[in-house]
C-alpha cells in the first residue's frame, strides 16, 4: 500500500461548482498534513495546512479524518484560475525527524 | 529576501556523465529534500536530511548522492548509475519538529540527457 494516495483525475467540473478532494495515508502515526497546488512545470506550492479541528480558507477548506485516515479538500464556488494539480502531503514524523510524503496529485479542470 | 535557490533551471548532460545539482536555502531551515517528478506523475523522494551531516535515502535513491556539509546547501549528483535520469528535479526545506514542518521549494532544475 502506498504511503499517500490520491484520485489522479482529472476532475473537469464547471466554474462556480463545487468539488472534493480526498487522500487516504497508511501511517497511522503522522503529524502534519498539507495541501499544495503545483501548475504546470512549476513547483509546488502551499496550500494550507490541515489541523485535526479542520481549517477553512476563503474557499477552501480542509479537514482531516484521523480514525479513517484521510484528508479532504474542499473548494467551492470554483473558478478558471483553481486549475491546477491539488498534491496532498503527510509528514510521518518517522524516528523524531521529518519525511513529507506526497501523494501523486489529482488534477483539476475548471471550464466555463 | 528569504528563500530557497536551485541552479541550473535547465541542464543537459550527456549519457554516462555525473552532474551536481545546486540548492542553497537562506530560510534557516534544518531539514531539506531532493524529489523528482516525471511527467504526470507525483513527487517522489530521493534523499532527505535532518542536519547539517546527517541524510537519509528516500525512496527512489539509486543513482544519486548528496551531502550536507553546510545548513545552507544540499546538492543532489545524478550519477552515470541513474538508468533514466530525464526528470524534473525539485529541492525543498522546511523546519523540523512537529509544526511549521511545511515544505518551501525551489524553482526546480529540468534534467536532459542527451
Known amino acids: 500500500r502506498k504511503e499517500v494516495e490520491q484520485d489522479p483525475g482529472p476532475f473537469n467540473v464547471p466554474e462556480g461548482a463545487t468539488v472534493a478532494f480526498n487522500c487516504t495515508y497508511s501511517?497511522?502515526?503522522?503529524?502534519?498534513f498539507f495541501w499544495y497546488r503545483q501548475d504546470c512545470r512549476k513547483e509546488p506550492k502551499l496550500l494550507m495546512s490541515?489541523?485535526?479541528s479542520g481549517n477553512e480558507d476563503g474557499r477552501f477548506t480542509a479537514q482531516l479524518n484521523r480514525a479513517s485516515q484521510y484528508i479532504s479538500l474542499l473548494i467551492r464556488d470554483s473558478k478558471l484560475s483553481d486549475s491546477a494539480t491539488y498534491l496532498c502531503?503527510?509528514?510521518?514524523?518517522?524516528?523524531?525527524?521529518?519525511?513529507?510524503?506526497f501523494g501523486t496529485g489529482t488534477q483539476l479542470k475548471v471550464e466555463l | 529576501d528569504g528563500g530557497i535557490t536551485q541552479s541550473p533551471k535547465y541542464l543537459f548532460r550527456k549519457e554516462g556523465q555525473n552532474v551536481t545539482l545546486s540548492c542553497e536555502q537562506n530560510?534557516?531551515?534544518?531539514?531539506m529534500y531532493w524529489y523528482r517528478q516525471d511527467p504526470g506523475q507525483g513527487l517522489r523522494l530521493i534523499y532527505y536530511?535532518?542536519?547539517?551531516?546527517?541524510?537519509q535515502k528516500g525512496d527512489i535513491a539509486e543513482g544519486y548522492s548528496v551531502s550536507r556539509e553546510k545548513k545552507e546547501s544540499f546538492p543532489l549528483t545524478v550519477t552515470s548509475a541513474q538508468k533514466n535520469p530525464t526528470a524534473f528535479y525539485l529541492c525543498?526545506?522546511?523546519?523540523?519538529?512537529?509544526?511549521?514542518?511545511?515544505?518551501?521549494f525551489g524553482q526546480g532544475t529540468r534534467l536532459t540527457v542527451v
Open positions: 490541515v489541523y485535526s
Open positions: 530560510l534557516n531551515h534544518d531539514a
Open positions: 525543498a526545506s522546511s523546519n523540523r519538529g512537529r509544526g511549521d514542518t511545511e515544505a518551501f
Open positions: 501511517n497511522s502515526a503522522s503529524q502534519s
Open positions: 536530511s535532518q542536519i547539517v551531516n546527517d541524510f
Open positions: 502531503v503527510v509528514n510521518p514524523l518517522t524516528g523524531g525527524g521529518n519525511k513529507l510524503t
